[in-house]
C-alpha cells in the first residue's frame, strides 16, 4: 500500500499557497477551522479569514455577499452541517445567484467514524446534486485534492468538494492533473466497470486485484467529479464491458449510483449493482468496521460484480 | 381600471436634477426636496396599486409599508448610478423582505433603471420583475431574496468585502419585522457586531403584523429594539413615515463608528390605502380590480 495522506492537510495547504497567489480569496469556517484545516489559511492571512463561529446559515450568506462583491469565498465545515444546516441558504444565496463560492467540506460518509449519527454525512451529496448550476467533486486522494481546489479557484461558479477525514493511500503520482467533468480510467477491464468516488475507489482498485484471480477483468473508472457527470464515459463502459457497479461512501439514493443509473436507463442499459448505504443510519464505530458493518469495502464492490455479470 | 401606459408616466429622473456637489453627473441625486419626495412617494404606491393588480397577485401591504424608507434611501441616502447598476463604488441596498419586491421595482423603475412601462409585466412569463427578486435578470437588484432570513448575513458579506478593497460605500438592508423571527437574523446580528461593520445598516419595517396576524400574537419579538442593542448594535427609532425623521436618521447613522446601526422604523402594513391599513389580509393578496379604482382614487 502506497503512502496515506490526509485531504483535508492538501486543501489547507492549498488554500495556504492560492491565498498569496490570488488576494481576493477570503476563507469562512464555522469553528471547525482545526478540524477542516482552515486553520493554516487562517494563520497565513488572519484579515481575509472570516470564523463566523458555530452559524453555517449566515456563514453562507456571507460567503454570497462577498462573492457578490467580487472576492473568491472558500467554506468549510463538515459535511453534514452544509449543506445539512443551511440547505435554503446554499440553495437561494449560492445556486440560483450563481454565485462563485467554494464550498469545501470534510468529514464526509460515515468514515468519520466514533462521532455517530450526528456526523455521518450519507445524504450531501442528494443535497448538493440537485441544485442546478452547482460542480460537484468527491476527490480519491491528496493530489486529486489539490488539483480539484485549484480547478474550483479558477473557474466560476459554485462549487462541492467533499473530503473525508481519515488519511487515504495515493492512487495517483504527482504528475497527474484533474480534468474537471472528465472521469478517469484507474485500470483496464472488459468484464465489468466498477464506477467509483472518494474513498471507494482504492476499494474499487483492491476489488478488482482480487476478482482478477478469480478471471474476472474488471474496468474501474473513478468519476471524481459528479456533477456535471462524463456521460460519455459511462456509456462506453456500459457499451464495452456490459456491467456497471457504482460504489460510494453515501446513501444509495440520490449519489453516484442514482446519477449513473440515470445516464444508462437513457442511454445504454445493462445489468448495474449499486455498493452504497441502505436506508439506514450508521452509528458509533471505528471507520474500518463501519465500512464493513454498512457494506462499503472491496468485498462488497466484488459481490456486486458478480451479481451483475451474472445478470449480463 | 385604469393603468399606467408606459411612455405617459413621469420618472423620478424627469422631475429631480443631479446633484451640483456629484464628481460624476451620473451619480444619483441627493438633493430632492421633501416635498418632491413626498409627491414620488404617492407615485410610488399609485405604481405598487396598479402593478399588483394587473398580475393579480403579490405583496402590496409589506410594499405600502416601506414607500417612505426606500423614497429616502434612493432619493437622499444612496450614491448609485441608474445608468450603470455595477458601479464598483454604488452604495448598495439589498431588499432582505424579498416580498416587497414591487416596492423594490417601482423605485428602480421611477430612478430610470428600467421603463417604468414595464412594471406591468410584474409576475408574467418572461419578465424581468420575477414575484420576488431575482439578482440574476433585474437591473438594480442586488440580491435574490424571498426566503426570509437571508439578506443581513449576505448584507455583512458585503460589507465585508467592501471593507477588505477599502471601497466606501455603505450597505442598506430592509428587513420586515416578522422576518426577525428567523434564527439566520440573529446569527447576522450577532456576526455584524463581531466584525464591527460600521458601513451596514440595516432597516426593519416594523409594521408589527405578518401574515397570520400581529406580530404580538404570532411570535412577540418584544423587547424589540432591546435584543438588538444586547446584539452590539447602535439602535435608532423613527416613524418610518416621516421623511425628515428619516433622513435625519440615515444621516447621524454615517456618523456611527465600530458597530452596525439598526434603524427600527415604525410603519403601518398597507399605509396609504384606508381598506389596506393594518389588514393582514392584504400580506400577500392583490386588490382586486374594483379596490384598485378606490385605491388610487385614495392616492390620487
Given at each position: 500500500?502506497?503512502?496515506?495522506?490526509?485531504?483535508?492537510?492538501?486543501?489547507?495547504?492549498?488554500?495556504?499557497?492560492?491565498?498569496?497567489?490570488?488576494?481576493?480569496?477570503?476563507?469562512?469556517?464555522?469553528?471547525?477551522?482545526?478540524?477542516?484545516?482552515?486553520?493554516?489559511?487562517?494563520?497565513?492571512?488572519?484579515?481575509?479569514?472570516?470564523?463566523?463561529?458555530?452559524?453555517?446559515?449566515?456563514?453562507?450568506?456571507?460567503?454570497?455577499?462577498?462573492?457578490?462583491?467580487?472576492?473568491?469565498?472558500?467554506v468549510?465545515?463538515?459535511?453534514?452541517?452544509?449543506?445539512?444546516?443551511?440547505?435554503?441558504?446554499?440553495?437561494?444565496?449560492?445556486?440560483?445567484?450563481?454565485?462563485?463560492v467554494?464550498?469545501?467540506?470534510?468529514?464526509?460518509?460515515?468514515?468519520?467514524?466514533?462521532?455517530?449519527?450526528?456526523?455521518?454525512?450519507?445524504?450531501?451529496?442528494?443535497?448538493?446534486?440537485?441544485?442546478?448550476?452547482?460542480?460537484?467533486?468527491?476527490?480519491?486522494?491528496?493530489?486529486e485534492?489539490?488539483?480539484?481546489?485549484?480547478?474550483?479557484?479558477?473557474?466560476?461558479?459554485?462549487?462541492?468538494?467533499?473530503?473525508?477525514?481519515?488519511?487515504?493511500p495515493?492512487?495517483?503520482?504527482?504528475?497527474?492533473?484533474?480534468?474537471?467533468?472528465?472521469?478517469?480510467?484507474?485500470r483496464?477491464?472488459?468484464?465489468?466497470?466498477?464506477?467509483a468516488?472518494?474513498?471507494?475507489?482504492?476499494?474499487?482498485?483492491?476489488?478488482?486485484?482480487?476478482?482478477?484471480?478469480?478471471g474476472?477483468?474488471?474496468?474501474?473508472?473513478?468519476?471524481?467529479?459528479?456533477?456535471?457527470?462524463?456521460?460519455?464515459?459511462?456509456?462506453?463502459?456500459?457499451?464495452?464491458?456490459?456491467?456497471?457497479?457504482?460504489?460510494?461512501?453515501?446513501?444509495?439514493?440520490?449519489?453516484?449510483?442514482?446519477?449513473?443509473?440515470?445516464?444508462?436507463?437513457?442511454?445504454?442499459?445493462?445489468?448495474?449493482?449499486?455498493?452504497?448505504?441502505?436506508?439506514?443510519?450508521?452509528?458509533?464505530?471505528?471507520?474500518?468496521?463501519?465500512?464493513?458493518?454498512?457494506?462499503?469495502?472491496?468485498?462488497?464492490?466484488?459481490?456486486?460484480?458478480?451479481?451483475?455479470?451474472?445478470?449480463? | 381600471?385604469?393603468?399606467?401606459?408606459?411612455?405617459?408616466?413621469?420618472?423620478?429622473?424627469?422631475?429631480v436634477?443631479?446633484?451640483?456637489?456629484?464628481?460624476?453627473?451620473?451619480?444619483?441625486?441627493?438633493?430632492?426636496?421633501?416635498?418632491?419626495?413626498?409627491?414620488?412617494?404617492?407615485?410610488l404606491?399609485?405604481y405598487?396599486?396598479t402593478?399588483?393588480?394587473?398580475?393579480?397577485?403579490?405583496?402590496?401591504?409589506?410594499?405600502?409599508?416601506?414607500?417612505?424608507?426606500?423614497?429616502?434611501?434612493?432619493?437622499?441616502?444612496l450614491?448609485?448610478?441608474?445608468?450603470?447598476?455595477?458601479?464598483?463604488?454604488?452604495?448598495?441596498?439589498?431588499?432582505?423582505?424579498?416580498?416587497?419586491?414591487?416596492?423594490?421595482?417601482?423605485?428602480?423603475?421611477?430612478?430610470?433603471?428600467?421603463?417604468?412601462?414595464?412594471?406591468?409585466?410584474?409576475?408574467?412569463?418572461?419578465?424581468?420583475?420575477?414575484?420576488?427578486?431575482?439578482?440574476?435578470?433585474?437591473?438594480?437588484?442586488?440580491?435574490?431574496?424571498?426566503a426570509?432570513?437571508?439578506?443581513?448575513?449576505?448584507?455583512?458579506?458585503?460589507?465585508l468585502?467592501?471593507?477588505?478593497?477599502?471601497?466606501?460605500?455603505?450597505?442598506?438592508?430592509?428587513?420586515?419585522?416578522?422576518?426577525?423571527?428567523?434564527?439566520?437574523?440573529?446569527?447576522?446580528?450577532?456576526?455584524?457586531?463581531?466584525?464591527?461593520?460600521d458601513?451596514?445598516?440595516?432597516?426593519?419595517?416594523?409594521?408589527?403584523?405578518?401574515?397570520?396576524?400581529?406580530?404580538?400574537?404570532?411570535?412577540?419579538?418584544?423587547?424589540f429594539?432591546?435584543?438588538?442593542?444586547?446584539?452590539?448594535?447602535?439602535?435608532?427609532?423613527?416613524?418610518?413615515?416621516?421623511l425628515?425623521?428619516?433622513?435625519?436618521?440615515?444621516?447621524?447613522?454615517?456618523?456611527?463608528?465600530?458597530?452596525?446601526?439598526?434603524?427600527?422604523?415604525?410603519?403601518?402594513?398597507?399605509?396609504?390605502?384606508?381598506?389596506?391599513e393594518?389588514?393582514?389580509?392584504?400580506?400577500?393578496k392583490?386588490?382586486?380590480?374594483?379596490?384598485?379604482?378606490?385605491?388610487?382614487?385614495?392616492?390620487?
Open positions: 500500500m502506497s503512502q496515506e495522506v490526509s485531504l483535508r492537510e492538501t486543501y489547507g495547504q492549498t488554500l495556504v499557497e492560492l491565498g498569496r497567489e490570488n488576494p481576493d480569496i477570503v476563507v469562512l469556517d464555522a469553528d471547525l477551522s482545526r478540524s477542516t484545516m482552515t486553520k493554516f489559511f487562517a494563520r497565513e492571512f488572519p484579515g481575509r479569514f472570516f470564523d463566523c463561529g458555530i452559524a453555517e446559515q449566515n456563514m453562507v450568506g456571507i460567503a454570497a455577499g462577498l462573492a457578490a462583491s467580487g472576492k473568491l469565498p472558500f468549510s465545515t463538515f459535511a453534514v452541517f452544509a449543506p445539512g444546516h443551511c440547505f435554503d441558504q446554499i440553495r437561494m444565496s449560492i445556486a440560483q445567484p450563481k454565485l462563485n467554494k464550498l469545501v467540506t470534510t468529514h464526509s460518509g460515515i468514515s468519520v467514524g466514533e462521532d455517530g449519527t450526528s456526523h455521518h454525512s450519507i445524504e450531501d451529496l442528494a443535497l448538493i446534486g440537485s441544485l442546478p448550476g452547482f460542480t460537484v467533486i468527491v476527490p480519491a486522494d491528496a493530489i485534492t489539490a488539483q480539484a481546489v485549484r480547478v474550483a479557484a479558477a473557474c466560476y461558479g459554485p462549487f462541492y468538494i467533499r473530503l473525508c477525514r481519515p488519511k487515504l495515493l492512487v495517483y503520482t504527482e504528475d497527474y492533473r484533474f480534468n474537471l467533468g472528465k472521469a478517469v480510467t484507474m483496464q477491464g472488459n468484464d465489468a466497470t466498477i464506477i468516488i472518494g474513498i471507494m475507489v482504492i476499494a474499487a482498485l483492491e476489488a478488482a486485484e482480487n476478482l482478477k484471480r478469480e474476472i477483468d474488471c474496468r474501474v473508472l473513478n468519476i471524481s467529479t459528479l456533477k456535471p457527470i462524463d456521460e460519455a464515459a459511462i456509456i462506453e463502459a456500459a457499451a464495452e464491458t456490459g456491467a456497471i457497479i457504482t460504489a460510494e461512501e453515501h446513501l444509495e439514493h440520490g449519489g453516484l449510483g442514482s446519477i449513473v443509473a440515470q445516464v444508462l436507463a437513457r442511454h445504454q442499459p445493462v445489468p448495474m449493482e449499486f455498493v452504497a448505504i441502505k436506508d439506514t443510519y450508521a452509528k458509533s464505530g471505528n471507520a474500518s468496521e463501519l465500512l464493513e458493518r454498512y457494506g462499503l469495502t472491496a468485498k462488497d464492490i466484488e459481490q456486486g460484480v458478480r451479481s451483475a455479470i451474472a445478470r449480463k | 381600471m385604469s393603468l399606467p401606459e408606459e411612455g405617459n408616466l413621469p420618472s423620478i429622473s424627469d422631475s436634477t443631479t446633484s451640483a456637489n456629484s464628481v460624476d453627473a451620473e451619480v444619483f441625486s441627493s438633493s430632492a426636496s421633501e416635498a418632491e419626495m413626498e409627491a414620488i412617494a404617492k407615485r404606491r399609485r405598487i396599486i402593478m399588483t393588480g394587473k398580475a393579480g397577485s403579490g405583496h402590496p401591504g409589506g410594499s405600502l409599508s416601506a414607500v417612505e424608507i426606500l423614497t429616502t434611501l434612493y432619493l437622499r441616502v450614491r448609485h448610478k441608474p445608468s450603470d447598476p455595477q458601479w464598483a463604488d454604488r452604495d448598495r441596498f439589498i431588499l432582505s423582505k424579498g416580498h416587497a419586491a414591487p416596492l423594490l421595482y417601482a423605485t428602480l423603475a421611477e430612478c430610470g433603471y428600467f421603463p417604468v412601462g414595464e412594471l406591468l409585466t410584474l409576475r408574467q412569463m418572461d419578465s424581468r420583475l420575477q414575484g420576488h427578486t431575482d439578482r440574476t435578470v433585474t437591473p438594480g437588484v442586488e440580491m435574490s431574496a424571498g426570509l432570513g437571508q439578506g443581513l448575513s449576505f448584507a455583512l458579506g458585503v460589507a468585502a467592501g471593507r477588505l478593497n477599502s471601497q466606501h460605500y455603505r450597505v442598506y438592508v430592509l428587513l420586515g419585522d416578522g422576518e426577525c423571527d428567523e434564527g439566520q437574523v440573529w446569527e447576522g446580528a450577532m456576526a455584524a457586531a463581531h466584525f464591527k461593520v458601513n451596514l445598516v440595516a432597516i426593519v419595517d416594523n409594521n408589527g403584523q405578518q401574515i397570520d396576524g400581529w406580530n404580538r400574537d404570532v411570535m412577540n419579538l418584544d423587547p429594539p432591546m435584543k438588538w442593542q444586547a446584539f452590539g448594535w447602535h439602535v435608532a427609532e423613527v416613524d418610518g413615515h416621516d425628515a425623521q428619516l433622513i435625519q436618521t440615515f444621516d447621524q447613522a454615517k456618523l456611527v463608528k465600530g458597530q452596525p446601526t439598526v434603524i427600527i422604523a415604525h410603519t403601518i402594513k398597507g399605509k396609504g390605502v384606508s381598506f389596506m393594518n389588514n393582514p389580509d392584504f400580506h400577500g392583490a386588490p382586486n380590480a374594483e379596490e384598485v379604482k378606490i385605491a388610487l382614487k385614495e392616492l390620487e
